[in-house]
Nanobody
């Protein structure tokens, strides 16, 4: 089992920045990739960014490319999503997820990000 705890959400003005964190605990050795997914009211869930367990491979949705950066701190077993130049359309609940060997997937509880003036 893996536990994921997100933090860092909140209210920010358009153009502002926010950093989300995801602390992983439990049997984390089986994690081979981590990601951030978001879901806005009335919209489908969107995979925003992913990073491999080695940190050598990242990917981003076109909607956030150039504005968001996913990273990891192995020593703290923590993953981050640095969000810059935020837009109102970035408003959503953001979920941390972990891809695990054997095809399992774990999810955090979600953190609300609201971009509004």
């Amino acid at each position: 089992q893996v536990q994921l705890v997100e933090g860092g959400g909140g209210l920010v003005q358009p153009g502002g920045s926010l950093r989300l964190s995801c602390a992983a605990s439990g049997s984390i050795r089986g994690i081979y990739a981590m990601g951030w997914t978001r879901q806005a009211p009335g919209k489908e869930r969107e995979l925003v960014a992913t990073v491999s367990s080695s940190g050598g491979s990242t990917s981003y949705a076109d909607s956030v490319k150039g504005r968001f950066t996913i990273s990891r701190d192995n020593a703290k077993s923590t993953y981050y999503l640095q969000m810059s130049s935020l837009k109102p359309e970035d408003t959503a609940v953001y979920y941390c997820n972990a891809d695990y060997v054997g095809g399992r997937k774990f999810w955090g509880q979600g953190t609300q990000v609201t971009v509004s003036s």
